[in-house]
Every structure is written in structure tokens, then in C-alpha cells.
């Protein structure tokens, strides 16, 4: 509601050009409402908007835009004013706004940035993709371990203001080394004449520039840090990582992990942004998989036609059977995958886990066939015998179901293979598979069929 009365009011002023109350409505308002705002306007409103803003803050708008609406903005400046976004921009963002844009974009607005950004932008782009290196920040506040607390206090006003965050400061050594922190606190609070090496926090938890940037949002969330520093091979700081990208990335990671989870090559654009024959190419090559795959229940079924003519009754119930196997699965795999992704569960944790699921299978195999004996007894009129083939292969596909729901994904990771990929499509038609087979080899038994 307060963000139609705040689009209300920015349209009003906009529409009567009043454009100085527009300039100071805008200063007022948060970076990231600034541009939520405006990317609810028409495109050539929009651009009016973003030409209004100071410059101070133009640069922090930009970076919360989506990448449609930074690229309609720089193609619509100047090449001058285009550079000198990209020099007020964070090295991070600018070098995630770069490598969505086109390539001879990117040649003009670094030909046209300055010299700085360009070694920091470069820097950041030739790590690989999905690594730490790739998305930490070259812009913190190093300090040296010689420096006196007054120093160290006088650098900070002088670099601070470009800095990604100053709550915690990084002591190098004359190599350029990681030797410790400093919080900002324990500054203002120590003596001016205390030496930054004696008041230091040696005991420094860095990430590895390759680190892959998954195992760096872990670390995060292992130690609780705002900030964590960034070290090559021979522990010389060269970034920064904060938990604002750190956030990003858990949102990345997980929309990657739904969509391999739902047999979908995972896809680094948004929805909206993906055209259908894009979205086509992501989705094929696993529905052709699984159809192709599927057609091992088609098999088993056209084996035991003759059975299924002697006792129709069994028709109506596989569409049940594959379905609560395939639900129970399922189930298994998403706690087992996230269990792994967590580093709660590990390979020589598999009897435990077995033993976990055989138990709940149990339970819950028991409970949905005693529910469907009761069903099929009372309310469907089925024959005893029938009912009965029905319900133990219901509790034989939970069991089933539960135990390669498990199993796959721990397999999958022991080998090498990503354990989403190894969820809901294969557990699903190796489940349908098993039930099957279960049901018509007890039918056989019991039906002497």
C-alpha cells in the first residue's frame, strides 16, 4: 500500500514537471525503493526518472535494477555518462552488469571507464565462473599491522567512503598477507596511540579465491559473518565477500536445484526473460530421458497382459499404487538432498540413513494400507483377496520408494553427479518399475493368476 502512495506521488510530480520536489522526493527515499519504483513506470518515464537523480545516487539505483532496465539506461546515455556509472558502481556489481551485456557494450564502457575500474573489473572477470573470486568485491579497507590507531582511524575517512563495508578492517603485512582484523569499534574505543598489531584479531577465517561460491555462502552461514576476506594460494588478500551477495547466491542455488529437481536444465535468466524456444531447449532433453525411460513400466505392463485379463480389478488401482510411490520417494529424496547440501549427511552415514527410512517407510506403509484395506473393503466392495494384493504392494512401493529415494542422491554425490538431478524424474520411474513388478508377482501369489 505504501509503495502506491509513494508510484502515486513520484508519477504526480513527474507529470507536472516538478522537477526539483521530484529530485528531493527521490533523495529521501532508499536506494532500492528508488528502483522498484521505476521499473513500475513506462520505459521513456523511467529514463526521465534515472537522468533526474544526483549522480551519488544514480550509481546505487542502477545496481538494483534488473538487467533489461541497466542495459535500456546505458544504450540511452552518452558514452561519457555511461563510463562514469560504471566507475561509481561497486567493482562486484559492475562486473555482473558487464557479463550480462553484450559484448560490444562492454568494449565501449571499459574503453570509457577509468583506469581503476577497468584493473578491478578485469580482476574480478577472470576468475572462474561460480567462485568466490568471481564474486567478492575489491573494495574494503586494508590496514597496516605498524599503523597506530589514529592512523589507522585517519585511512578509514580517507578510503571508507568507497569501501563495500568499514565494520571490519583487514591488517596485511608488507607482503600484502592476511594477518588479522580489526573492528571498528574496538578502533574508536582503543587508546590513539595502540598499534593496530597488538590490538588485531589474529585468528582470521578466510575464503579461497576458487572456492566454489556455494561452499562460500556455507561458511557464512557456519560463522555468522556480515563479511568474510578473500585470499589467493599464498593467503595475499584480494577481496572481500559481503552477506548481501551471499544472499544472492542462496537464491541462486536454490532456483538451481528446484529446476534440476524438476528435470529442467537450469537457466541463468529470469522466466520473464527466457523466450519460449529458449525455455524449449532447457526442458526436451529430459522429458525425451524420462519418456524414453518410461518406457520400462510400458513394458512390464504389456508382459503381464495376460494376467491383467484374467483380474481387470487390477487395472484401477496401478495409477494409485505408481503415484503414493513416487510421493513417497519424493519425500525421501528432498530431506536426503538437503541434508547433503547442509553437510548433515555424508557417505558413511548410508546405514544410518537406511535404517532411518526402512523405519518410516514402515510406518507409513503400514498406516496408508491399513486406510486402503479399510477403503477398499467398506466402501469399494472389493474382494479380500484383491484388496489384500493391493495393500501389500502399497506397502512394498513405500518401502521401495523410500529406500532408492536415499539412495540415489548419496550415490549421485558419491560419484560425482549433482544429487538433485538423481530426485523427483528418476525415483519416480525406477519406483513406477519396482511397483509393478511387486504388484503383479504378488497378484500371481495371491490370485494364482
Known sequence: MEELKELGELVELLTSKQYTKLRQYLAELNEADIASLMEELEEEDMLKIFRILPKDLAADVFSYLEVENQQLIITSMSDKEAA???DNLMADDAADFLEEMPANIVKKLLANASTET???INHLLRYPEDSAGSIMTVEYVDLKESLSVKQAIERIRKVGVDSETINICYVLDAQRKLVGTVALRYLLLSDGDEIIGDIMHENVIA???LMDQEEAAKQFKKYDFTAMPVVDNENRLVGIITVDDIVDIMEEETTEDMEKMAAIVPSDKPYMRTSVFETFKKR????LLLMVSATFTSAILTSFEASLSVCTALVAFIPMLMDTGGNAGGQASVTVIRGLSLGEITYRDV???VWKEIR?????GGVLSAANFAKLMVFDRTGFSV????C???LAAVLMAMLVGCLLPIGAKKIGFDPAVMASPFITTIVDALSLLVYFQVAKIILRI
Open 84 to 86: 562514469n556509472i560504471i
Open 118 to 120: 577497468r584493473r578491478d
Open 207 to 209: 575464503i579461497n579465491t
Open 284 to 287: 526436451i532433453p529430459w522429458l
Open 351 to 353: 546405514p544410518r540413513v
Open 360 to 364: 518410516v517407510a514402515v510406518l507409513c
Open 387 to 390: 484388496a489384500l494384493v493391493v
Open 392 to 394: 501389500l504392494t502399497l
